[in-house]
């Protein structure tokens, strides 16, 4: 899988509504390892996160089936979550990107509440093992151990790029 650097360019962003066609679709069901990827929450107080899941199989044209590794069905707390959800929606696992630190401003995700979610790098812990990240979304900057930070990277045209 190859990782290249994007211009900030707004075209070149996955989530630009243009930018989505049936290929990139096509290329979603058939194009990766479908064991593990990850789906993008759309739904309010979800949005800009990224939940773990394995690929369980096609349902219908543009839906696939989904199992989440850290989410839970709200009817039995003790089975993953199930659902069907756009293939649009669906991403491979980004490959890990080593890292020594991270920048100010630098586009990172944190995993916080069961999901990975795409913030901003504001600081630096005096500790120096914590960042601060800062989620446009919320409003809220929240310190995180390294391991539990990534570089952002955006899926587009079945390749990895980093933004």
């Known amino acids: ?38 789906v993008c929450g759309k739904e309010d107080g979800f949005l800009g996160s990224y939940y773990e899941a394995k690929f369980v199989g096609k349902v219908g044209r543009n839906k696939i089936m989904v199992e989440y590794k850290t989410l839970v069905s709200e009817d039995d707390p003790q089975r993953p979550l ?17 890292v020594s630190g991270f920048e100010v401003l630098e586009k990172v995700d944190a995993f916080d509440n069961d999901g990975w979610w795409v913030g ?37 045209d079945g390749q990895w790029f980093i933004v």
Do not use: L
Not at 3 to 9: A, G, L, M, N, V
Not at 125 to 145: H, K, L, Q, T
């Open 82 to 98: 199930r659902e069907a959800v756009e293939a649009s929606d669906v991403r491979p696992v980004p490959p890990v990107v080593p």
């Open 1 to 38: 899988m190859e990782i290249k650097r994007s211009q900030s360019d707004q075209s070149q962003n996955p989530r630009n509504k243009n930018s989505r066609n049936s290929t990139k679709r096509r290329k979603i069901h058939e194009g990766f390892d479908h064991s593990n990827v990850e």
């Open 120 to 156: 901003r790098i504001s600081g630096r812990c005096e500790d120096g093992r914590r960042y601060f990240v800062y989620f446009e979304s919320s409003g809220d900057e929240i310190a995180y151990p390294v391991h539990r930070i990534r570089v952002h990277q955006e899926w587009e």
